[in-house]
């Protein structure tokens, strides 16, 4: 078994090192800038070279353009640093991945661009390895652990150079060490996720409430204590950039299912064009792995030889955080839903949840929108700008 999971995280680390080569030399003309959406509106960091960085004209550029710019200083030691985000309060808070790249990078400028891809690069084969160790108790085929190359939101992610990589690595390494109870592991891995992305507080109320409901108290002690770098960072956040920006908390969500409705009439009146047709792939695709996570989880099976207790508690953090992704979902707005690189990314862990479900009879289901997926994750290396 420890084999064939080596096996896939070879063989996906070669699938990323042939990804990552054809858009260093074809896209991005072997600029390791271009993995980032630099844009030109947005001041650029003073650690950034701009007659050798590839520079979007008139762009506002995209998230990973902030995270390099947190990643070349992430003490905000230069008040231009602090310039060159467009919301300072909200960016700052998501520290673990520019932080993690500048320490990779030695903080050196011309190796920490280098640096942010290679973790993205490193979290895509550590996601296939989490979840062959995650499914090494069920009966699936272990190769189910390379659906993870047919996600969109992975792709997505690795071009743009945003820090969803590595929240969700940190998501799944969460649950796998809760699954095979190791509360410290569980700890360190939420609180690094909560750091890298807010949302993931989310996964860290499920696994709280999961545990309580287990009476595993030392866990729920651990991951209380968990918090304590994470309430830290943002207070020490909130009073020294209080007055550059607001949380965002409200930027992203509106009514429930309002802006659904809306994408959902913009995807009927865009007609028959490609990038339309695309766009409606890749929503639909996503509400029916929101359906197919809470069917199969509805429909598990307890034909897997786990103990009564696994049985109890796995399916179930499962379950609490695939409601809470539902929620955000339906609150999400037009900012999210404009544009497939929004949702495909934001909502990459459902993907995640779905291989996740533990001893489900009908496998064939389990698997099916991965390969339905594989068609644009192809498509998006031609053309997702």
Partial sequence: MK??????????????????????????????TGFFRIGSIIPLSPYLDATKALIYQGELGYDGHLFLSLAFDPLLQNPATILALDNPLYRYRRIFYPM???????????????????????????LVGLMGWGLRQTREPRWHALLVLCIPGVWLTFIFSTADLVSTTLLVLAICCF????????????????????????GWLSLVICAIGDRNWRQVKILFMSLIPVVSWNVYVLVRLSQQGS??????????????????????????????????????????VFCLTFYLLRKKSSRIGQTRSNRRFDNRVLWIYAGFLAL??????????TYYVGYGRVFMDIFCLLLLVLGQPRTWLKVLPFFIAIIPCFAMLGFAQ
């Fill in 3 to 32: 084999l064939t999971v080596r096996r896939n995280v070879i063989f996906a680390s070669l699938i990323t090192l042939c990804v990552y080569l054809f858009c260093y030399w074809t896209k991005f003309q072997g600029n390791i």
């Fill in 100 to 126: 993690l790249g500048y320490l990779l990078g030695l903080g050196n400028p011309r190796l920490i661009p280098a640096a942010l891809v290679a973790i993205n690069a490193l979290c895509i084969s550590s």
């Fill in 179 to 202: 699954r095979y109870r190791r509360p410290w592991a569980t700890g360190i891995a939420i609180a690094a996720g909560c750091l890298t992305r807010e949302t993931l507080l989310l």
């Fill in 247 to 288: 949380s965002s908390a409200g930027l992203n969500f509106t009514q429930p299912l309002v802006d659904i409705g809306g994408k959902f009439a913009a995807l009927i009146s865009g007609g028959w064009q490609m990038k339309n047709l695309f766009e409606a792939y890749l929503f639909l695709l996503l509400i029916g």
């Fill in 328 to 337: 955000l979902f339906a609150f999400s707005n037009e900012l999210i839903f």
